[in-house]
């Protein structure tokens, strides 16, 4: 059964500081990993898709890494904003489960970026 | 393209009575999802429909819960005979058909349940 975990549960750092957010899975058999966003009382955000094929996506200050070999991903974030503070969610996609949109999500990082 | 709406956003309901969340698709989307995030828990897969059909049900509790998408009109996911345990914000994503973007969802703004 995929497991998706996701450390640590809270993280505060100063504004300006890099940072990253780590994701572990059971299960290398995915068919892709997405990282979102979720604000407080508001739907979902997708930020990056990574196909099982690929490494890494970027986009902006924003970069995953993904490792399918060790069942791990990561999320680097530069240069910190307030702005950025949210939960920030792992999902995979299973191979059996196809092209489509079932997600197995991880407990999420609660993020806060201190001015 | 207003997104994905979801109504009610917030729902109060006492033990025993029905809940009924709604969610229209992104426009051009044929495809809905519908998770669950009780509290402090990450988000559950639930269902997984196309108009009139229900493709993947494996994450719906066996009793109470039931989802449809007809041809007209939004997805619903309806509650039976609520329980406390219910409580919880239930999100409606939506994709296009199969394909390169199949599986990038568009989540809509959530509905939170509140079982008094």
Known sequence: KQEVTQIPAALSVPEGENLV????????AIYNLQ??????????TSLLLIQSSQREQTSGRLNASLDKSSGR???????S????????????SLKGSGNTGKLIFGQGTTLQVKP | NAGVMQNPRHLVR????????????????????????LPEEGLKFMVYLQKENIIDESGMPKERFSAEFPKEGPSILRIQQVVR??????????????GPGANVLTFGAGSRLTVL
């Open chain 1, 21 to 28: 957010l780590n994701c572990s899975f059971t299960d290398s």
């Open chain 1, 35 to 44: 990282w979102f966003r979720q604000d407080p009382g508001k739907g979902l």
């Open chain 1, 73 to 79: 991903s990561t999320l680097y974030i530069a240069a």
């Open chain 1, 81 to 92: 904003q307030p702005g950025d503070s949210a939960t920030y969610l792992c999902a995979v």
């Open chain 2, 14 to 37: 006492r033990r025993g009575q029905e809940a009924r969340l709604r969610c229209s698709p992104m426009k051009g989307h044929s495809h809905v999802y519908w998770y669950r995030q």
């Open chain 2, 85 to 98: 345990g219910d409580s919880a914000a239930y999100f409606c994503a939506s994709s296009p058909s199969l």
